[in-house]
Structures are given as structure tokens and as C-alpha cells.
């Protein structure tokens, strides 16, 4: 399918050489690698660079569980640090946990869509409180992994593995091109699939760079609250006494 329009080359960089669909695993396994570089350019987006949904359906969710295990990490780290919270970046905090809930609905809606969710998920409300944001992140991240493997296996079936019948009169070469004539028509049919059900591959990986910029908040709030917490901690000195004639 074509690369969505600003795709980040980290993502599809390596799209003209996938690894076998047996090396893909379902989890992250080897730790967070967000590579994430600059836009795609218009010379790289043409038919040579397409991927296939079963390979971007992969990407797809090892992506988001990489994310979301970053932002676990920052989560508890910010629970931790939440007591030395100012108004403003409880604010800002309240602002990062409707992010995360918007992704997880987001990812467990598209999951449900393709029949591999738990049921309509319920629209998230914004958090009116520090400590009710820090609670429903926690929530959240666990459901956007399980969301995310789910959406995967739904993406992937609606391209099956090509099985071509072939013909006993069929050359090498006639049943390479047979193959790719297979793989060609389920891709059109699953793209066909998601058109029904108004689902876009712009819109399946928005989540990526929505994901990026969460974990870009969550750093930029833990750092924030721990530069406060080390100036309330060790305030400066007192100025000296002024000396008077």
C-alpha cells in the first residue's frame, strides 16, 4: 500500500528489503528502538518503496509497544515525582494522560473494527486531577499494547499468505509471476476492506508520531519536575547582610 503522506523514513526506511514474516515477532522484545527520522521524500515515495500491509501491520505494532513501554517507564517516574508537582505542570500532566487515552480508544476502536477487540471501547474524559491522570495512563498503556497486538492480527488477515494454484505446464518464472500477481490482488482487496470500513493507513499510522510526541512530553515534564524538586530541596543562599557606614 503507499506510504502515507509525510511517513517517517525510520519506519519504512528498510521497506525495499523486509525481513522474513517468521523474524517478526508478535511483542517487543529487545527493548525500546524509536528510530524515528525526517519526512519521506517525494522521491521516495513511489511504487518501489510500497509496503505490504502484513509487513506494516508488524511495524505497526512494534512501534506502539516500544512507545508504550517507554512511556511505563516515565509513568512511574512521574507517580513518583508527583507530589512535587506545580499547578502548571499538573496541568501539563493532565494534558499527557488525555493523549495516551486518546490512543489506546483510538487503537482499541480499530481493533474491534477489524473483530479482534473486547467490544466498543468508551470514549475517554479528560483527567481533572493529577492524580486521576497518573491513574488512568497506567490504565491505558496496558490496553493500547493488547490493543495493538490485536490490531495486528486483524490487519494481517486481511491479506492471508498468497496460495496460488498452480498449473503442472507453469515454468519457474511463470509461478514467480503468479505469486506476484496473488499477493498484488490481496493487497487490492485488503485495501478494499478498510475503505468499508472507513479505516485509512494515514489515520492507523498517526498513532506513531501521536506516540512519539507523548513520550517527547512525558520526558520533558519528568525533567521539569525534577529541575523543582532540586531547587526547593537546596534553595540558594541567603544574600549577605548589608554593611552600613
Request: proline letters at 10%; aromatic letters at 6%.
Amino acid at each position: 500500500m503507499p506510504l502515507p503522506e509525510g511517513a517517517f523514513s525510520g519506519f519504512f526506511g528498510s521497506a525495499l528489503m523486509p525481513p522474513p514474516e517468521e523474524a517478526t515477532g508478535r511483542f517487543c522484545t529487545e527493548g525500546p528502538k524509536l528510530e524515528f527520522g525526517g519526512p519521506m521524500s517525494q522521491a521516495d515515495s513511489g511504487a518501489g518503496s510500497r509496503v505490504p500491509l502484513r509487513q506494516f501491520a508488524g511495524r505497526l505494532q512494534s512501534a506502539i509497544a516500544q512507545a508504550a513501554t517507554l512511556l511505563m517507564d516515565r509513568q512511574q517516574s512521574l507517580t513518583k515525582k508527583s507530589p512535587d508537582f506545580s499547578h502548571t505542570q499538573g496541568q501539563e500532566m493532565m494534558k499527557l494522560s488525555d493523549g495516551v487515552q486518546a490512543a489506546s480508544y483510538h487503537v482499541q476502536k480499530w481493533a474491534t473494527l477489524l473483530g479482534h477487540g473486547d467490544g466498543p471501547p468508551f470514549k475517554p474524559t479528560p483527567s481533572t486531577t493529577v492524580e486521576e491522570a497518573l491513574s488512568m495512563m497506567n490504565m491505558a498503556l496496558p490496553r493500547l499494547v493488547v490493543a495493538s497486538s490485536n490490531l495486528q492480527t486483524g490487519l494481517r488477515e486481511l491479506v492471508p499468505p498468497s496460495a496460488p494454484v498452480f498449473s503442472e505446464r507453469m515454468n519457474e518464472q511463470e509461478r514467480l509471476e503468479a505469486i506476484a500477481v496473488e499477493k498484488q490482488e490481496a493487497e487490492l482487496r485488503g485495501e478494499a476492506e478498510l475503505k468499508k470500513l472507513a479505516i485509512s493507513i494515514d489515520e492507523l499510522y498517526s498513532v506513531v508520531p501521536h506516540m512519539e510526541h507523548s513520550i517527547y512530553q512525558a520526558s520533558c515534564l519528568l525533567s521539569s519536575v525534577e529541575r523543582r524538586g532540586s531547587v526547593v530541596s537546596n534553595p540558594p543562599p541567603p544574600p549577605p547582610p548589608e554593611v552600613t557606614a
